[in-house]
């Protein structure tokens, strides 16, 4: 892979981190608010569904999961695995298009 | 060529790097399931029910927290890479590698004490 | 008088340790274990040393499974239960019981692009580059390596990925893009990032941990990372 493409890798990994610590955070605060008490599927998918906030909101955090994953494990997989190549790339890229795919499915089904 | 073993690995820094790689690949593998598992609401409340009721066993539940600590461990240990790659060079990484560790203990706990 | 037992690679990729009786002194160095081994006990033991007072490098070698500088390592700070281990210096292939080959780290410094290149000659005036400048205190630490290949011998990026560069050559080439007279920046940046550049760190730190210099390879590179993306962000990648 070329030095750009490396270095531009590198600052999608960089820049999806920044979206995902703030998605993270906010991610981890609901859920330890939420299951105060219980929880039960009426009750997350009545406050869920049609929440337009909260579509975009774990739309976003799909995609930058999506991107952050594959690119953090391209790293371990040369240098742990040597794995490194083109294949490597090719797996990674559906595995990304994969985790978005389910990803934007489970958005659909709890916010839509 | 000589490879070094434990020896020359038993700084902060190294141990910093092994957890956020460690967590990163677990948490990788954890979020197609997640996102699988998620997906299950589209068959409607019922199928979910069904779902939550198996995430109520003590041993789903014991991997919840594992999972959060893994998540909060990468988030802090991330943080700590992005203050080391963007801001100004100081000799206090060691504390950064500390703080991150803290904030997942903290949050571990939090998580713990709500379920 | 309190006796050192010291365990000696001996051989080249095959061979194994042997053990020598060193007698143990006060203030006494691992160059000078090393040095009573060759003189006294073993005259074909083969090891490097040259200033012994810890300005040259040379004697760079795995004491106790830790990079260092032998004569300024003191035997009390790293013997354990009155034995040490002396082993060549990692990552890099061996000539001869304690001897390593150092030519493929100096490679990698010119494959880094470690050279200066200015554009005046003894016709102009000096270069101007105050102390205090931004660029200048950056790099102030930096041009201060020796080469020793201590960082390198730390590192498992270098053990994991064959045709990283390594921190010495990176923290070179850092210097240089820091420096305002060099002229081959463009290039020299496209030479230090990528799988085999700055982009395979990921500061696990070894480097600035046994530095004997007390540098910090890990901020160098962190500097490349970030000229990298503004490179790409600017389009002049």
Not at chain 2, 25 to 36: E, I, M, S, Y
Not at chain 2, 83 to 99: H, I, N, S, V, Y
Not at chain 3, 150 to 166: E, F, K, Q
Request: aromatic share 8%; hydrophobic share 50%; net charge positive.
């Amino acid at each position: 892979m070329s030095v750009r493409s490396e270095s531009t890798l590198w600052l999608l990994q960089r820049a999806s981190a920044a979206v995902l610590a703030v998605c993270v955070l906010v991610h981890l605060g609901t859920i330890i608010v939420a299951i105060q008490g219980g929880l039960s599927a009426v009750e997350i998918l009545d406050r869920t569904r049609g929440n337009v906030v909260g579509l975009l909101f774990y739309t976003t955090f799909v995609i930058a999961a999506a991107v952050h994953a594959p690119i953090g494990l391209r790293a371990t997989l040369g240098e742990w695995l040597g794995w490194r190549g083109a294949s490597r790339d090719v797996v990674l890229a559906l595995f990304a298009l994969g985790l978005a795919t389910l990803g934007l499915r489970a958005v659909m089904g709890v916010f839509g | 060529m000589r490879r070094n073993d434990a020896r020359a690995r038993n700084h902060p820094a190294y141990w910093a790097f092994l957890v956020h790689r460690v967590s990163g690949v677990a948490l990788a593998l954890f979020l197609p399931v997640h996102f699988w598992a998620l997906g299950q609401s589209l068959q409607g409340a019922a199928q979910f029910d069904g779902f939550l009721a198996w995430t109520a066993l003590p041993a789903v539940k014991f991997a919840e927290w594992g999972i959060v600590v893994l998540l909060t461990a990468h988030l802090s240990g991330g943080l700590r890479l992005l203050a080391l790659e963007f801001l100004p060079w100081r000799d206090w990484q060691k504390t950064l590698a500390a703080a991150a560790a803290a904030a997942a203990l903290a949050v571990g706990l939090a998580f713990a004490l709500a379920l | 008088m309190s006796t050192l037992s010291v365990r000696v690679w001996r051989g080249a990729e095959q061979g194994a340790f042997q053990t020598f009786d060193v007698p143990r002194h006060a203030s006494q160095t691992v160059l000078d274990v090393v040095t009573h081994i060759q003189r006294h006990l073993d005259a074909s033991l083969a090891y490097r040393f040259a200033c012994r007072v810890g300005m040259c490098g040379s004697c760079a070698m795995t004491v106790n499974g830790v990079a260092r500088w032998t004569c300024r390592t003191h035997v009390d700070a790293v013997a354990k239960d009155g034995a040490i281990e002396l082993a060549p210096l990692g990552n890099l292939p061996l000539i001869r019981d304690l001897v390593a080959d150092m030519s493929l780290f100096f490679d990698k410094w010119a494959r880094a692009r470690g050279q200066f290149h200015g554009t005046r000659s003894r016709h102009d005036e000096f270069a101007s580059i105050t102390p205090d400048s931004p660029a200048r205190r950056e790099v102030d630490a930096g041009i201060e390596c020796i080469g020793c290949g201590v960082c390198y011998a730390s590192c498992d990026l270098v053990s994991w990925n064959p045709d990283y560069l390594g921190p010495a050559a990176l923290n070179r080439a850092w210097t240089l893009v820091r420096d305002a007279r060099d002229v081959a920046g463009a290039e020299r940046l496209r030479a230090v990032g990528g799988d085999a550049g700055c982009h395979a760190c990921h500061t696990q730190m070894g480097c600035t941990e046994h530095c004997p210099k007390r540098l910090s390879p890990t901020a160098g590179i962190a500097g490349l990372k970030r000229a990298l993306a503004r490179a790409v962000l600017d389009g002049s990648l």
